[in-house]
């Protein structure tokens, strides 16, 4: 079984940036044989897909919702995935997690994102 911790949430400012990392432990083999992706949820909503990234991490696919302000990325040699989130909006205020594109694992404990001036 892989383990993921999520972190690198805060709070920010309307436009700002915040870079999410999600390290995986555990099977590490697991990780890096697998696309890799994102996904939020906001208060009294459900989770919903944010982004993914190919094993190699040569394609990425986007919601509508981030793309061209978020771009995710990955170190197979570290096991983890990156989101860098630009041009942060208050509706980007979620907890995010990562898992792989097919949510093959457990949720991890995710981080909170809170984007407010």
Wanted: hydrophobic share 30%.
């Amino acid at each position: 079984q892989v383990q993921l911790v999520e972190s690198g949430g805060g709070l920010v400012q309307p436009g700002g940036s915040l870079r999410l990392s999600c390290a995986a432990s555990g099977h590490t083999f697991s990780v890096s044989t697998n696309a890799m992706g994102w996904f939020r949820q906001a208060p009294g909503k459900e989770r919903e897909f944010v982004t993914h990234i190919s094993r190699s991490g040569g394609n990425t696919y986007y919601a509508d919702s981030v793309k061209g302000r978020f771009t995710i990325s990955r170190d197979n040699a570290k096991n983890t995935v990156y989101l860098q989130m630009n041009s942060l909006k208050p509706e980007d205020t979620a907890v995010y997690y990562c898992n792989s594109r097919e949510i093959t694992w457990s949720w991890g404990q995710g981080t909170q994102v809170t984007v407010s001036s």
